[in-house]
């Protein structure tokens, strides 16, 4: 998809290019056969509806989407211009996932300076289980979960730090 929306957005670009050289006359001319070919199209279609790929879509919702709202209602779309403005808030609301999407799954760890004094904590008190240390814990101002875990094993009740 990136590679044809890339694709498009050259092709596009030196269309701009070339409408550039063109006198207002024959851009008029070009805008008329163009509507004229859309509503060929439509009719040949009847009911059915027209079919963007993704990379489509993320064109023409880039394209339409710093126009003020009454232009796209002017022109002639295949697509409403309500759906062109759904198109870029679902494009810029899948990149702001894919941004903000966490690196890794899960609870992040507990800090090391933590686990060293839970397993020194355990260690040294080898009565208590992880009730008694999760309250000790708190007594020191540290703040984890009762459930908390960091992969390591230790023998005796506090085998769950």
């Known amino acids: 998809m990136l590679l044809r929306l890339a694709y498009l957005g050259v092709t596009n670009a030196f269309?701009?290019?070339?409408l550039m050289a063109m006198s207002d006359r024959e851009k008029d001319v070009e805008i008329l056969a163009l509507r004229h070919q859309i509503t060929v199209l439509e009719r040949q279609l009847g009911k059915e509806k027209v079919r963007f790929s993704p990379?489509?879509?993320a064109f023409l919702a880039a394209l339409l989407h710093r126009l003020p709202l009454e232009v796209p209602r002017r022109l002639r779309l295949l697509v409403r211009p309500d759906t062109v403005l759904r198109w870029n808030r679902d494009l810029v609301a899948r990149r702001h996932a894919a941004v903000s999407r966490p690196k890794r799954p899960g609870r992040p760890r507990t800090v090391q300076s933590?686990?060293?004094?839970?397993?020194?904590?355990?260690?040294?008190?080898?009565?208590?289980g992880y009730r008694r240390l999760h309250?000790?814990?708190l007594v020191l101002g540290v703040k984890v979960a009762a459930s908390t875990r960091n992969g390591h094993c230790v023998r005796g009740p506090a085998s769950r730090w």
Do not use: H
Not at 15 to 18: Q, T, V
Not at 115 to 127: D, G, H, S, T
């Open 55 to 57: 990379s489509d879509r």
């Open 114 to 128: 933590i686990r060293v004094l839970v397993l020194r904590l355990a260690r040294e008190n080898p009565c208590w």
């Open 135 to 137: 309250g000790e814990l």
């Open 15 to 18: 269309a701009m290019l070339g």
